[in-house]
């Protein structure tokens, strides 16, 4: 069991990180032109760390999450709330996707969007580290 929660504090770690550092990725990518050939690195490298770092750290995060709560016992009120909060950072995963989509089209002004994004994903990430430290339920 131990290995399963490494596994899950590790994958939620990564999740976390790449959900606060992706949004500046991409207000970056949307700021001024540069070169060509930057611009479409920049894009290769936004759609590379969603696809290949962030969905699969959320996927094993949440996988290993639920083998956790199956092989420990029961279903306590602080860990319904904990899976709420959870919620929220598949939301702010989907709106970097979004996100993600819309600088490849070249649309600009996405900075106060990803701000947005960023603040959002910091208070839910707060909250689920409150959650499971103090279980106040």
């Known amino acids: 069991m131990p290995w399963l929660k490494l596994l899950h504090i590790s994958a939620v770690i990564v999740w ?7 949004p500046t ?10 070169a060509p050939v930057l611009e479409q690195a920049h894009q290769r490298v936004l759609r590379g760390l969603f696809t ?10 949440i996988a290993s999450g639920t083998a956790i709560f199956v092989f420990m016992g029961p279903l306590t009120v602080w860990l319904i709330a904990k899976l ?13 996707g979004l996100l993600v989509l819309k600088a490849e089209r070249g649309e600009t002004r996405l900075a106060g969007l990803c701000a947005a994004v960023t603040v959002f994903s910091m208070a839910a990430i707060a909250l689920v580290a409150w959650l499971v430290l103090r279980k106040p339920f």
């Open 16 to 22: 976390c990180g790449t959900l606060l550092y992706l």
């Open 25 to 34: 990725l991409i207000a970056s990518a949307t700021g001024p032109r540069q």
């Open 84 to 96: 709420a909060v959870v919620g929220l950072l598949v939301l702010s995963h989907a709106t970097c």
């Open 52 to 61: 290949f770092v962030v969905t699969p750290a959320a996927l094993v995060a």
